[in-house]
């Protein structure tokens, strides 16, 4: 399927693709979920919590949308909050603590701007993600199944290995906001979408994301199923791959997969 850059945004925005409950519930056993950032309270557009995948415990971290306006609503529309991030935060740090691959799933516009979630440290909070993921001495792996959206998105993001969906994007902000900055008109977003380089094809010819996943024709909200085999196998795949690395290995592989992002050759 041959599409624009701003069709692939129209479709990883669509209301009914598969989320990341979807996704949770569809290939992971027995998942405890983990609520509050022991400081403030809960975030809704982040879920986390402990599952099995094939018998292995893994942590699982991922961006919540609904598929409904209420479900939207109670998700903030998948922007989080700093308590969000701040239990992002605590769980990834379990899970090295207890020796637990993270997989995490990626799907927001970007992080709440509101005043209030400024006053709680959304910046620093989003920083300290980053940091703490680029740390982290157990493997991460990320999903990007719809919208990755600026420091939204790369908070938790910092990953050995980085899967995208067909028809997902990820950028540094929305084309609606690079439209606004670069041509001061929102409504050039189709326009700044073919410059942007968000789509899968065009990250993983940048060398930013590892491989592209499938999608069925016309967009994963038309079959969610068809996602689920290839998905398990891979992450099975990779977990076992990264089973064999010691914990400064897995530092030094997310270290090293970061640091030739941008670089080139004379």
Do not use: W
């Not at 692939?8 to 950032?37: C, M, W, Y």
């Not at 090295?96 to 997989?103: A, G, H, Q, S, Y």
């Not at 030094?252 to 640091?259: S, T």
Request: glycine letters at 10%; charged letters at 25%.
């Amino acid at each position: 399927m041959n599409l624009t850059a701003y069709e692939k945004v129209k479709l990883a925005r669509h209301q009914n693709r598969p989320n990341t409950k979807f996704f949770i519930d569809s290939l992971f056993d027995d998942f405890l979920e983990l609520k509050g950032d022991r400081m403030n309270g809960d975030d809704n557009a982040i879920i986390g919590g402990i599952a099995e995948l094939d018998g292995k415990n893994v942590t699982i971290i991922g961006h919540v949308k609904g598929c409904s306006i209420d479900e939207n609503i109670k998700a903030n529309f998948g922007m989080p909050h700093p308590e969000g991030y701040r239990k992002a935060i605590r769980l990834a740090q379990q899970a090295e603590k207890f020796n637990r691959p993270i997989i995490t799933f990626v799907d927001t516009p970007g992080a709440y701007p509101g005043v209030k979630a400024e006053e709680r440290g959304q910046s620093e909070a989003i920083a300290r993600c980053i940091m703490t993921f680029m740390g982290l001495k157990v493997p991460v792996i990320t999903v990007v199944i719809g919208e990755g959206g600026s420091g939204g998105a790369l908070a938790i993001s910092g990953a050995n290995h980085i899967i995208m969906l067909e028809n997902s994007v990820y950028s540094v902000l929305s084309p609606e906001g690079f439209a606004s900055i670069l041509y001061k008109d929102p409504s050039r977003a189709e326009e700044a979408s073919e410059i942007m380089k968000l789509t899968a094809q065009d990250l993983f010819e940048l060398e930013i994301i590892d491989e592209i996943l499938e999608e069925p024709h016309g967009g994963a909200h038309n079959n969610p199923a068809y996602l689920l085999p290839e998905l398990k196998n891979k992450l099975k795949q990779l977990l076992d791959g990264f089973s064999k690395f010691d914990s400064l290995e897995i530092v030094n592989h997310r270290y090293e997969k970061f640091r030739k992002i941008g670089s080139f050759g004379t």
